[in-house]
T-cell receptor, first 115, second 113 residues
Framework: DQQVKQNSPSLSVQEGRISILNCDYT??????FLWYKKYPAEGPTFLIS?????DKNEDGRFTVFLNKSAKHLSLHIVPSQPGDSAVYFC??????????????FGKGTKLSVKP | SQTIHQWPATLVQPVGSPLSLECTVE??????LYWYRQAAGRGLQLLFY??????ISSEVPQNLSASRPQDRQFILSSKKLLLSDSGFYLC????????????FGNGTRLTVT
């Protein structure tokens, strides 16, 4: 049973517009959420995270929103750039040291930003 | 700054052959270390993690094993590879503290033929 779901395997957006990547989770014990970006033949790169005590975290063009009641988080990229084209993974953790690596990953969403 | 090195980048091995993938971290002490695998069409799956030298926890039963002979060295091994072992293997590290992200290496593409 998938605990972290990214229901859209792909997303295509025009350059300059907003990209919205969605993620749903089922485990109410998750309290730390992350987004990773992955280019082909490379390891994932950490992008942004959010703790369950917050509902929004912003870093430059990237904003993550968390809706705990809906068990839903989203990543907004504004404005989208061609270099943002990559696979984006959502991940969740139950927290506390030592088990931070026990991140549960979604299957990823491939974002294509067209010039 | 911290860096993570993983090698080789690609590997083609016949079924039944042994495997050894190595990962080292620089610029930090006593990191948590992890091995993940991404199989085709799937997300990232945690295989092993280690909180210290000689301390290995396995998340998924399989014919793979992991070892941590030194503080910043993590090795993934197999005595006999199966076709189903093909995938993209990623080493990662994190610090031992509250909410902190994982930092991944560039991965090893393993093809078992």
């Amino acid at each position: 049973d998938q605990q972290v779901k990214q229901n859209s395997p792909s997303l295509s957006v025009q350059e300059g517009r907003i990209s919205i990547l969605n993620c749903d989770y089922t485990n109410s014990m998750f309290d730390y959420f992350l987004w990773y970006k992955k280019y082909p033949a490379e390891g994932p790169t950490f992008l942004i995270s959010i703790s369950s005590i917050k509902d929004k975290n912003e870093d430059g063009r990237f904003t993550v929103f968390l809706n705990k009641s809906a068990k839903h988080l989203s990543l907004h990229i504004v404005p989208s750039q061609p270099g943002d084209s990559a696979v984006y993974f959502c991940a969740a953790s139950g927290g506390y040291g030592g088990s931070q690596g026990n991140l549960i990953f979604g299957k990823g969403t491939k974002l294509s930003v067209k010039p | 700054s911290q860096t993570i090195h993983q090698w080789p980048a690609t590997l083609v091995q016949p079924v039944g052959s042994p495997l050894s993938l190595e990962c080292t971290v620089e610029g930090t002490s006593n990191p948590n270390l992890y091995w993940y695998r991404q199989a085709a069409g799937r997300g990232l799956q945690l295989l092993f993690y280690s909180i210290g030298i000689g301390q290995i926890s396995s998340e998924v039963p399989q014919n793979l094993s992991a070892s941590r002979p030194q503080d910043r060295q993590f090795i993934l091994s197999s005595k006999k590879l199966l076709l189903s072992d093909s995938g993209f293997y990623l080493c990662a590290w994190s610090v031992w503290q509250g909410d902190s992200p994982l930092h991944f290496g560039n991965g090893t593409r393993l093809t078992v033929t």
